[in-house]
């Protein structure tokens, strides 16, 4: 067990939990660039209430916390909190966007990919790599794709349990978190011209899509639409985008041909005089 300083970079889609708060998977990097996933982390931890009653978000943070390597996850920077409840843990200055955000580009772009073909090898046995920064050379745009509207049975079953220790001894049924009804991804090419769509899990647009839906008055295509200009129009023509990718432990473990997803999106605006990602959609 060791106490890490982590700069918090990635939240993913929260997921059902036994407990009241739903748990997600976050990812950042240490002081030296090396990336670190951290798991199980509570959700309340990261959206923390401010005294104005808005949700804070933590990411681009630094926290300290005692973390343990992951026993039962083969992927070396996996770890989990020593406290689950986070009593360890302590907050401390977050990164602005100032400079087209010079402070996160110190920190985040230590090490990154251009190619695929290289990362994927690198994912490989006996190194591992299950994190990485990666720019792509061309984005062909995102692709939207219908999902299940509800979550799976097990998900189901577990928070629909009752709390024996419920405050004041009353048990009560669990909400569930709405599960997102669409599959957003990005089709990209790296430096060799391979072309690849991969899944974005990144909260940030599943809360975009919830937002959208609730100003559209609940009109689904008009919030896809207003998703898609923001990850097409908005995002590829004024911001200079990298994608922060993790593989899945189950594809990792299977050696799937390419176990990675986009966990997140790194969106500076493009600085003056900077080449542009090329656009093809």
Known sequence: MARKKVLLTVTTYPLPSRSYDELVCTAGVLEDGTWIRIYPVPLSFLMDLSRSGKMKDRKYTW???????????????????????????????????????????????????TSMSDLIAESQAPTNTSLATFKPTKIHGMVIEKEDRDWKPMWKQIRQQLDMFAEGGQTEAKAMIPKLPYKFSYRFEDENGKVSTLMIEDWEIGQLYWNCLRRADGDEEIALEKVREKYEKTFLTKHDIHLFLGTTQKFHAMRAPNPFVIIGVFYPLNEKGKEQIKLDF
């Open 63 to 113: 926290i300290e916390v005692d973390l343990e390597r992951r026993s039962d996850d083969f992927r070396p920077e996996s770890h989990s909190p020593k406290n689950h409840d986070l009593s360890s843990i302590s907050v401390g200055e977050h990164l602005d966007t100032a400079r087209t955000w010079a402070a996160r580009k110190q920190h985040c772009l230590h090490k990154v990919y």
